[in-house]
Nanobody
Framework: QVQLVESGGGSVQAGGSLRLSCAAS????????MGWFRQVLGKEREGVAV????????YYADSVKARFSISTDNAKNTLYLEMNSLKPEDTATYYC???????????????????WGQGTQVTVSS
């Protein structure tokens, strides 16, 4: 069992930046796919960015490419999402997720992930 705790959400104006953090109870030096997903009330949860914790390349949804950056700090067992040039349509509850994986092929499909955080709200005003 892996526990995930998100932090760093908040309210910003369009064009602003936020950094989300996800503290994991397991070592991120192990072989996990970890990622960020977001959900707006009444809509399906969508994948934003994922990364393999052992030397993998990040993968982003088209809607956030060049604006968001996912990274890990294995010394702190923490996953980050740096969000720049935020838009009102980025407003959502953001969730951290993880699954153990022998391979570095991580998907943006929420159904692939076993462990979830409680979510943190991001609100972007125009």
């Amino acid at each position: 069992q892996v526990q995930l705790v998100e932090s760093g959400g908040g309210s910003v104006q369009a064009g602003g930046s936020l950094r989300l953090s996800c503290a994991a109870s397991a070592s991120t030096r192990s072989k996990y796919c970890m990622g960020w997903f977001r959900q707006v009330l009444g809509k399906e949860r969508e994948g934003v960015a994922v990364v393999y914790t052992v030397g993998g390349s990040p993968y982003y949804a088209d809607s956030v490419k060049a604006r968001f950056s996912i990274s890990t700090d294995n010394a702190k067992n923490t996953l980050y999402l740096e969000m720049n040039s935020l838009k009102p349509e980025d407003t959502a509850t953001y969730y951290c997720a993880a699954r153990f994986s022998w391979t570095p092929f991580c998907s943006l499909q929420q159904s692939d992930y076993s462990f979830w955080g409680q979510g943190t709200q991001v609100t972007v005003s125009s």
